[in-house]
């Protein structure tokens, strides 16, 4: 993918420099010359630019862009007038940050349907993880659902997953077990890494130090939880 990123604060070059880690051509863009600077190596190009100034924006190869993320966190007048920007030159797909409820509201208004909220989005998977004594990550399908990642709770070691019967027991479903296991480095050096068991079925057994990936509503993976405490 072709990206261009407004913004090269904390949240703006780190997203930058991991996309481009990826693969993906990315356009990492601030008015800050010491900003762009410090990525100009570690992503394909980078433009030192006012993207307030409509004609300077007209310099970007927006139409073969195909996603244009508004980064921008400490100026929020910048960070609005450059999505009002993108939208009047009709750019395909815009992401925009948003760093209050305020700001949300007017980017709603101005038709952005994808509003990203980073600090608060942390915020909220720190509480969860925090509040589900298990877990070690969790991914929110919506309000009520979620894939999470949990340690394997005592005494469940040994045991088959038909045994356990979670779907009949708290109503949620194992997606996949993540595994320890010993894997040679380029070095021919032992590494312990995590790693995938793929589908797993009735009959695949628990091992000390297992990570269930699971998914559920919120509160029977909650149940489920507490259960085990």
């Given at each position: 993918m072709k990206v261009i990123i407004f913004g090269m604060g904390n949240f703006g070059s780190s997203l930058a420099i991991q996309m481009a880690e990826m693969g993906h051509e990315i356009i990492a863009i601030d008015y800050d010359m010491q900003k762009v600077e410090q990525v100009k190596d570690k992503v394909t190009h980078t433009i030192c630019l006012d993207s307030t100034n409509m004609n300077a924006l007209k310099s970007l190869p927006l139409n073969d862009t195909d996603?244009?993320?508004?980064?921008?966190?400490?100026?929020?007048?910048a960070s609005i007038m450059t999505t009002a920007n993108l939208k009047t030159l009709n750019v395909k797909r815009i992401i925009s940050r948003s760093i209050s409820s305020t700001q949300e509201t007017v980017l709603e208004a101005m038709g952005v349907t994808e509003i990203v909220q980073p600090e608060q989005d942390a915020a909220e998977r720190?509480?969860?993880?925090?509040?589900l004594k298990l877990a070690v990550e969790s991914f929110d399908l919506d309000q009520d659902y979620s894939i999470v990642e949990l340690n394997?709770?005592?005494?469940?070691?040994?045991?088959?997953?038909?045994e356990l019967?979670?779907?009949?027991?708290?109503?949620?479903?194992?997606?996949?077990?993540?595994?320890?296991?010993?894997?040679?480095n380029?070095?021919?050096?032992?590494?312990?890494?995590?790693?995938?068991?793929?589908?797993?079925?009735?009959?695949?057994?628990?091992?000390?130090?297992?990570?269930?990936?699971v998914f559920g509503s919120n509160d029977n993976i909650m149940k489920f939880c507490n259960?085990?405490?």
């Open positions: 996603i244009a993320v508004i980064a921008i966190g400490e100026n929020e007048g720190l509480a969860k993880k925090l509040n394997l709770p005592p005494g469940l070691a040994g045991k088959s997953l038909a019967d979670l779907r009949k027991m708290f109503g949620i479903n194992i997606v996949t077990i993540i595994r320890k296991k010993e894997k040679k380029l070095l021919g050096v032992n590494r312990i890494q995590y790693m995938s068991e793929g589908v797993v079925g009735p009959s695949t057994k628990l091992v000390e130090d297992d990570l269930l990936v259960s085990k405490e």
